[in-house]
Structure formats: structure tokens, C-alpha cells
């Protein structure tokens, strides 16, 4: 397809799952798109901080409330979470001083420095068979997570950088980086100021659905983001008000023709506001709501301008049956208003639930569910609805020995165009700790995806390992 006049050729999005591309990194945001809830995000989430066996997706949020909470609150569920401490936690967390690193104590801050040095083997097929490739790839990942221990207020740091060596010349190499900063300001026991701000350099994973065919490197994007909010407890009754701007901005790449892909179209700003009010009827159960407005200011010129407006309204609960039994559930309703009449302005329920469960203080169970809509740039397609499921298990074997298994489905319909996928995931892992200081992971992956588009199905099975160093 023909570009613009400078003679670059433009490719739009298609699922170039097949292409040697870059490692496999999520293309979101650790801190999501702009969120409409910010208290729900703390019932629902689960924590961030984990390791791939390439490289570690880092986040200041694998404790949101500790940011977006006040004194009132956390002195209300300080009896609760006691409670929960001597009833069903898992044996690891009861136990969390005899597993988590020490840090670095440096005034009123502790450091936690962290290395990561590991690698991977990829075996991918699919639709086209002149596609299919082995190939090994290694890497090194260092963090500096940075927590305050003041006696009030609360600001965090986090600083990550990434190196990756890939053996396909085409590819080579691959830097990475991460910074953020996460806060709260205790105006006094009922009143917080809360916010995060950060960016990330990042490259599309290689079985992304929307990476590019023709892309002869990886395609690196930068997402800088700022969020501000003001909270307010009256009781059993609190109530956030929040504003959040973000901005994506992806590189033009070369194509394996020698051409160049303009990616400009791909790149877009938002901006969001949010009123969200939760309810707690105990420590263990609350109901929430909320409203939003998001701008979608799209870059793309032409049939490539996404610019909308989106409205949304939700409702939701968390309950924790009892300290082995949880579960929570999301019900929010999307409409997308278009600026151009190219594409169809809709609406949408999205969901997101979670059940978990513990057997035993060595075992746990987790279901996810969801449908989300997401930003997309295939050709014709106003937007993306992901709707899948995901079983996890993980089981203390030994108290330095762990074991976790999980199967995942997702449909990905895309809205506008004459395509979906069905994508399948199976895998397993484990993580031996030697020390609280070091560990060893390794992990299996296999992934399925069956494309409306022939062309564009896969079949890979991928297996990570690594040491993982931390102080």
C-alpha cells in the first residue's frame, strides 16, 4: 500500500505472529490504560511483580492500596488483615521475612537492587511454513526498587533497564527501560493525594497479534503517563476523583523490502477523568461505582484517524467469603463516540472478574475472567474485544520450591473488520529459591492461535530459564 510522499511505504497492523520479532513483552502498559476505577483496580489486581524467565515486567503497584488508601482505611482493615494473617495465607506469606530480600536501609528509604540474567528457545510454526523458525535469545534485566518508611506520606521509586541479545541478525539486539515513581500525600486521616507518573521504552512481542509482517527489526515503542487523584473517606464511604494523561509513541521500523514502515498513525494521546465511590459493608466486603470520560486523540490521518471520545459507567463487588475464599466482579458499560464517520460508533459490556481459592496453606486456585475493549491499528478495525479466561495453580512443594501451572483462552474480535482469533495457552513453571538472595525459574509456554485469516495462524512452544539475584 502506497504512502505518503516522501515514498515510504506504510503496512498496517496485521498479526505478524510469524515473523522472527522482538521478545515477548506486553505491549500495555504496566499500569493499563487510562483506569476508570481506581479502588477496583485494588480488589481486582493481582501483584505485577513477576518474571517472565526473559526479562522482569516491573511495577511500583504490586501494592496498590499501600498508594491509593488513607490512614482511616488501612487503621480499619488493620484487625482484618491480622485475622487473615492466622487463618488460611499461604505458608510463604505467613512466613513473608524468611523468603523476601533484606534491602538496603538508607535513611528513611530501603533499596532493593535485583538481577535477572536468563534466556529462551522459541519454536514457531503456523500458517506459512516458510515462516517457521528456532532461535535462542538471552538477556540481562537490572531493577532498583526504591520504598519509603516514612512516618507519613508514602513515595516509592522504581528504575529498570534491559538488555537483549537475539541470535537472528535481523533482530540483534534489543535495550529496554523503566521509570516510575508512585505516591500518597496524607493530607490528614481522611484525605489522601495519590498519583504515579513513569515511562517505559518497550518493543512489540514477537507473538503480538498486531505486530507488523514486514518489519525487518523490532518495533520499539515509548508510553510516558501521569496520574493525579484526590481521595476521601467518610466512614464506611469513600470517594476518588482522578485525572490521568498517557501517551504512546511507536518508531518507524524497516522493512525486510529495505523500505520504510511509517508507524505514525499508531501513536495516540489520552486523556481521562474518573468520579469512582466505594461502599464497605465490612472489612471483607464492599460494592463500588463509577463513572468516566476518556479522550482518544489518534495521530493516524485519513482512514487511520481513531480520535473518539468514550463514556463509561460501571458497578462492582469485592468479597472475601472468608480468608481462603475471594472473589470479585466488575460490570462496566463502554460507549465509543468516533470523530469520523469511517468507523461505527458502539457500545459495549466489559468484565472483569476473579475467584480465588486455598486449599491448603500450601496451594492456591485462580480464576480470571474479562472482556475488554482495546485500542488497535488492523486495517479498517475501530477497536479490539479481548474476552478469555485463565486458570491458575501453584503449590509449594518445598518451603524453597515452588511449582504453578495455568491454561488460558482468549477470543479477540476485531471491530469493524473481517477478522478474529482464537488464541490458546498452556504452561508450567518453577522457582527454586537457594537463598532468599538467589533463585533459579524455569518455565514452558505453548501457545495456539486460529486466525479467520489463515495465513496468520501459530503454533509455538517457548522455554525460559534464568537466575534471578536480588538484595
Not at 505472529?17 to 505491549?27: D, F, S, T
Not at 521509586?157 to 540483534?172: A, K, P, Q, T
Not at 469512582?276 to 459493608?281: K, V
Amino acid at each position: 500500500m502506497a504512502g505518503a510522499s516522501d515514498g515510504n511505504v506504510r503496512v498496517h497492523m496485521t498479526a505478524g505472529c510469524l515473523n522472527p520479532g522482538a521478545r515477548a513483552a506486553h505491549e500495555r502498559s504496566v499500569f493499563g490504560r487510562a483506569r476508570w476505577f481506581a479502588v477496583m483496580v485494588a480488589g481486582l489486581s493481582a501483584p505485577l511483580l513477576a518474571s517472565t524467565g526473559e526479562a522482569a515486567d516491573v511495577s511500583l503497584h504490586d501494592r496498590v492500596e499501600r498508594y491509593e488508601s488513607t490512614v482511616a482505611w488501612q487503621e480499619a482493615l488493620r484487625t482484618w488483615d491480622t485475622h487473615k494473617h492466622y487463618g488460611a495465607e499461604r505458608e510463604r506469606a505467613l512466613n513473608a521475612a524468611d523468603y523476601a530480600p533484606d534491602g538496603l536501609r538508607w535513611g528513611s528509604f530501603t533499596l532493593f537492587p535485583s538481577l535477572f540474567l536468563g534466556g529462551s528457545y522459541w519454536n514457531v510454526g503456523g500458517g506459512d511454513p516458510a515462516l517457521d523458525y528456532d532461535l535462542y535469545e538471552q538477556g540481562v534485566t537490572a531493577t532498583l526498587k526504591v520504598q519509603s518508611d516514612l512516618p507519613r506520606h508514602v513515595i516509592d521509586f522504581l528504575l529498570s533497564g534491559s538488555y537483549l541479545l537475539s541470535e537472528d541478525d535481523n533482530w540483534g539486539e534489543q535495550t529496554e527501560g523503566v521509570a516510575e515513581t508512585a505516591f500518597r500525600i496524607d493530607v490528614d486521616a481522611l484525605h489522601a493525594i495519590f498519583g504515579t507518573a513513569g515511562t517505559e521504552l518497550r518493543h512489540e512481542g514477537r507473538l503480538e497479534s498486531e505486530l507488523p509482517t514486514a518489519a525487518a527489526e523490532p518495533v520499539a515503542f515509548q508510553r510516558s503517563h501521569a496520574r493525579l487523584g484526590l481521595r476521601r473517606d467518610a466512614g464506611r464511604l469513600a470517594a476518588t476523583l482522578e485525572a490521568e494523561i498517557e501517551e504512546v509513541d511507536y518508531d518507524d521500523v524497516d522493512a525486510v523490502d529495505g523500505s520504510n514502515i511509517d508507524q505514525d498513525y499508531r501513536d495516540r494521546t489520552e486523556v481521562s477523568g474518573a468520579l469512582n465511590l466505594i461502599y464497605r459493608f465490612s472489612p471483607g466486603a464492599a460494592v463500588l461505582t463509577g463513572i468516566s470520560i476518556r479522550d482518544i486523540d489518534s495521530r493516524g490521518t485519513g482512514a487511520d484517524d481513531r480520535d473518539a471520545i468514550v463514556y463509561g459507567a460501571g458497578v462492582g463487588f469485592k468479597w472475601e467469603v472468608n480468608s481462603a475464599f475471594t472473589t470479585a466482579l466488575r460490570l462496566r458499560y463502554e460507549h465509543r463516540d468516533y470523530r469520523l464517520d469511517t468507523f461505527e460508533d458502539f457500545g459495549g459490556l466489559t468484565v472483569e472478574g476473579e475467584i480465588g481459592w486455598r486449599p491448603t496453606h500450601l496451594s492456591q486456585l485462580r480464576l480470571t475472567m474479562k472482556r475488554e475493549i482495546a485500542e488497535t491499528g488492523v486495517t479498517d478495525a475501530s477497536a479490539r474485544i479481548d474476552t478469555g479466561a485463565r486458570l491458575e495453580g501453584s503449590y509449594e512443594v518445598m518451603r524453597n520450591l515452588h511449582v504453578n501451572a495455568f491454561v488460558g483462552y482468549e477470543e479477540e474480535v476485531f471491530v469493524g473488520a473481517d477478522r478474529h482469533d482464537d488464541v490458546l495457552s498452556v504452561g508450567a513453571g518453577l522457582q527454586y529459591s537457594y537463598t532468599k538472595n538467589a533463585s533459579i525459574v524455569l518455565s514452558y509456554e505453548h501457545i495456539e492461535r486460529q486466525s479467520s485469516d489463515q495465513s496468520l495462524n501459530l503454533e509455538s512452544d517457548i522455554v525460559r530459564a534464568g537466575i534471578n539475584l536480588a538484595f
